[in-house]
């Protein structure tokens, strides 16, 4: 099978020829038909994460369907659409599991890091760790739900009940956020780099009153800001433009450091937190969330080949929406419309 393949952090993908991996017990063999590219994927590249499996293929937003099943693998069909997101195995045994927070698992193994993932032809899965995929999505545009929609849905459930709702780089989850926000009845103020009247232009058409650039104050102050741009400088500007009591909610897995900043923008019960991984209770009660808002994905795709064009175009600034690779060279191009497969 053709696929991707990580030789060593700094260097570009190669293309290269796998033997095509047979099922173990549990697992089921996954023919690829679309992987979303994440910001996360930027950093395993970079070496900005510390132990990637090598030689790896990347990719943790996976739709396809199952191709061959292992021993006792008996929860999908062949022929059935499946998704695989970042989170690809807990031990089901220690603390954090028992207390139902296997997203902080001690020895959780993660899609595209850990085990190979969707940047090739066929990928291999744990079944348990899969989602089925609403109807209503052709594939490439159910991958960026995944990681972008799914981290980002949990990162605003720890942003609480905020009414006045910031969002910090404006690309791949916070496009897909903004319209899960805006049902639930938020409003929207979106932060871009400053002078990126793109992106601002975007944020709009999905809802967001106010977009500036992340040095700007809002108009008003806010109670609840999401980061989502791997850039720490953010952490200390939004908590300026929190309101007393709001929180700020780090969604990335890496973030640049955080500069020193005075008490007083944390002062009055503000708070900032991370936020890691996902539970596949998270992926659940997204994915169905996502058919009934419904979520409008906005994706640019990529052939396999070119995935390390995708992830220069994904370094380069916010795409409007999301990176997509695509096994089906028709597909290729610029937004699809959601009536093509
Ligand atoms: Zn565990
Ligand atoms: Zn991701």
Redesign the pocket.
């Known amino acids: 099978m053709r696929a991707m393949v990580l030789e060593a952090p700094g260097q570009p993908l190669r293309e290269a020829d796998l033997p095509l991996p047979t099922p173990n017990a549990g697992q089921v063999l996954i023919r690829v038909h679309a992987c979303g590219v994440c910001r996360t994927d930027l950093h395993i590249v970079d070496g900005e994460l510390p132990r990637p499996k090598l030689p790896l293929v990347l990719g943790h937003q996976i739709v396809g369907v199952v191709a061959a099943r292992g021993d006792g693998a008996t929860r999908f069909h062949e022929g059935d659409r499946v998704g695989v997101p970042w989170l690809g195995y ?5 603390r ?2 028992r207390a139902g927070r ?1 997203n902080l ?4 193994r993660f899609t595209g890091y850990d085990i190979d993932g969707g940047y090739a032809e066929y990928t291999m899965a744990d079944e348990r760790f899969c989602f089925p995929i609403p109807d209503g999505y052709p594939d490439p545009r159910a991958a960026p739900l995944l990681c972008a929609g799914l981290i980002g849905y949990r990162s605003l459930r720890l942003a609480g009940d905020a009414e006045r709702l910031g969002l910090y780089g404006f690309g791949s989850s916070a496009h897909l956020i903004a319209q899960v926000a805006r049902s639930q009845g938020r409003r929207i103020f979106a932060f871009t780099r400053d002078g990126d009247t793109e992106s601002q232009n975007f944020a709009r058409s999905l809802g967001a009153e106010w977009a500036g650039g992340s040095s700007e104050a809002p108009p008003e102050k806010l109670d609840a800001a999401i980061i989502f741009a791997a850039v720490g400088e953010l952490v200390p500007a939004a908590l300026r433009a929190l309101d007393k009591g709001g929180t700020v909610v780090c969604a990335g897995i890496h973030m640049s450091d955080i500069p020193s900043f005075p008490y007083e923008i944390l002062w009055e019960e503000r708070g900032i937190r991370s936020v890691a991984n996902l539970t596949r209770q998270d992926g659940e009660e997204f994915l169905a969330l996502a058919a009934r808002v419904p979520i409008q994905t906005a994706i640019t795709t990529f052939p396999l080949a070119e995935a390390n064009t995708a992830l220069d175009r994904v370094r380069r600034g916010p795409l409007d929406g999301s990176a997509v690779i695509v096994m089906d060279a028709t597909l290729v191009g610029g937004d699809l419309s959601s009536q093509s497969r």
Request: glycine share 8%.
């Open positions: 807990t031990d089901g045994t220690c954090y599991c296997e698992c001690d020895h959780a």
